[in-house]
Structures are given as structure tokens and as C-alpha cells.
């Protein structure tokens, strides 16, 4: 069984392309490989309140980019190559996403990890809903293992919270910079927006 360690941030363009781009590799080259995927959070904005950033004024004030059309061009023509209909003027703010990512990070006793992250970066990206709410995450998790209200309590458990914080500094400290940031059988590291076939040279890089 192959091992795939993967650092995201849900509201992170790039990792919706990167999360599709794997999960299309995967079935469509390696269908027959057992793999073990794990998810880590990655925490992209410190300090996001809950309404949000409106994502133009982010664009504006933090890179000084005046044409958000502009910065959403390439990640969403990358999405398109691969098959993902990614329009990010749907989704026109960034929540804050501790509650998501230690949704997350329980349903890896579930079993559902993987699908749970792909469901709720989907979610955000593709139908515009705030991450950030309970009642949309007890939805997403009562589909993937939880019941509601278990859900609805993990995502609003401050414990559980300060237990995404302490993850993504520990992924900082182990010299994640950028993300997606993917990692095969503990030793073969790629990250940012790589292609199909580079994915793909990584996972057969790994099984050698």
C-alpha cells in the first residue's frame, strides 16, 4: 500500500486542482494500487474572522492584485485541463477553516478522511457555502461517517481547533512553504500546482 501524505488548505485554489488532479491519476493510471491517504491541515490565513475575508479586498490589500479575473485565471484554466469546471468567481470569500480541517482530521477514524476533504473543499469552491458553519459540516459529515450532531460538535470544539493550529505549525516546522504539498511513501516530495504526469512520475518514483 502506497502512503500519501497531503498538506492542504481548503480555501486554497490550487488545492482543489491539486486534490482533483490525484484522485484522476489515481483511477485512471494506478487503478488497481492500494493507498493509504492522509490528510494534514495547513492554515493559510492566521486570525480569519467568522463572516470572512471578502476575497477582492483580500487580493487588494495582501498581494496588491486590483483584477481578481486576473489571479483566478490560471488556477481555474489548470482546473479545466484536468476536467474540473472551476469557477472562483462563485465563491468570493475565505473563511476561516480550523473547524473544517479538524472535521477533517476526525474522520480519519472513520475511514472517510480523503472523501470528507474532497466533499468539503467541493463544497466551498464549486457551491459557494461558508466551511466555516456547523450546520454545513454536520451535513458534509453525517454523508461521510459522522452523525450530525457529532459532527456539528467537533467543528465547533475549540480543543479541537487548537489541535489543527498545533498541525499545520508542525508542518511549517517539518519545511512545508507551499501547498498542495504531496508527499509519496514518506520521501518523494512534490508541491504547488503540479501536473497529471508529474503527479504521476512521483507515485511510480515511490513504488520503485
Known sequence: MLRIDLFT??????CIVG???LDKVLAERFHDLPVDIRHHPVLLLANVPSEGFFIPD?????YGITDPK????RPEAEARASGLDLDLGRQLRSY????AHGLVMAAREQGTQHALAVAITDAYFLEAQNIADADVLADLGSRHGFEPEEARRIALDPAQHGRVEEASARAGAQGVRSVPHIVFDGRINMNGGRSE?????GISAALR
Not at 488548505?9 to 490550487?14: F, L, R, T, V
Not at 483580500?58 to 495582501?62: A, D, G, I, P, Q
Request: net charge neutral; charged share 20%; proline share 7%.
Open 9 to 14: 488548505e481548503i480555501s486554497c485554489p490550487w
Open 96 to 99: 476561516p477553516t480550523q473547524a
Open 19 to 21: 486534490l482533483h488532479r
Open 58 to 62: 483580500l487580493l487588494r490589500s495582501r
Open 70 to 73: 486576473a489571479a483566478f485565471a
Open 197 to 201: 504526469d508529474e503527479l504521476a512520475h
